[in-house]
């Protein structure tokens, strides 16, 4: 079955640290994505990923970093927490990038005080 | 402004009632899913609908591409089907990106 692991599940972070999220994936999948997830605003993509070693831009990538080693994992991470970064963090994979369905991580719920 | 629109923002229903929930885009698409978001947890694809109507048990969801809608409907609803309910586009772009919207937010109370 297609799995999407993601860690830690939750994290507090102090304005100006440094956070990383990590995603794994089981699913042997191409494209990985970073989405955050706000009340009221849905879910808004952050990078994805279509090959290992590369990494693109979403909708809202200011303040955010991405990469990708391999294949099966995709970091995101977040240089200087700011307090609007405050979210729950969604990764997922697809087969491709288009027409494909998404497989969803858990989610981390991260706080920055 | 928002490029998916969702409607109602929350619905609350007795157990066996039927349900619609309906999802407008405001730009051009290829293909869209509904996804089921349960209370806290993570989200599960539900319809991977492109255009025209799918059935899977009490869900029905029907798309209609030109008109850049689609609907979800539950009948005879349950308690377990409380939750969120979250439609998302894919643009119609050389980037394969989905675009989402803020969901429905159902509660099915006995």
């Known amino acids: 079955e297609a799995a999407v692991t993601q860690s830690p599940r939750s994290k507090v972070a102090v304005t100006g640290g440094k956070v990383t999220l990590s995603c794994h994936q089981t699913?042997?999948?191409?494209?990985m994505y970073w989405y955050r997830q706000d009340t009221g605003h849905g879910l808004r993509l952050i990078h994805y990923?279509?090959?290992?070693?590369?990494?693109e831009k979403g909708d809202i990538p200011d303040g955010y970093k991405a990469s990708r080693p391999s294949q099966e994992n995709f970091s995101l991470i977040l240089e200087l927490a700011s307090l609007s970064q405050t979210a729950v963090y969604f990764c997922a994979s697809s087969l491709g990038g288009g027409a494909e369905t998404l497989y969803f991580g858990s989610g981390t719920r991260l706080t920055v005080l | 402004g928002q490029q998916v629109q969702q409607s109602p923002t929350s619905l609350v229903l007795q157990e066996g009632e039927n349900a619609e929930l309906q999802c407008n885009f405001s730009t051009s698409l290829n293909s869209m899913q509904w996804f089921y978001q349960r209370p806290g947890g993570s989200l599960v694809s539900v319809f991977y609908?492109?255009?025209g109507t799918k059935q899977s048990g009490r869900l029905t969801s029907t798309t209609v591409i030109k008109e850049r809608r689609s609907s979800l409907h539950i009948s005879s609803s349950q308690i377990t089907d409380s939750g969120t309910y979250l439609c998302a586009m894919e643009r119609d772009t050389g980037n394969y990106k989905y675009v989402f919207g803020a969901g429905t937010r159902l509660k099915v109370i006995a």
């Open positions: 699913n042997n999948h191409d494209y």
């Open positions: 990923s279509y090959v290992a070693d590369s990494t």
């Open positions: 609908n492109p255009s």
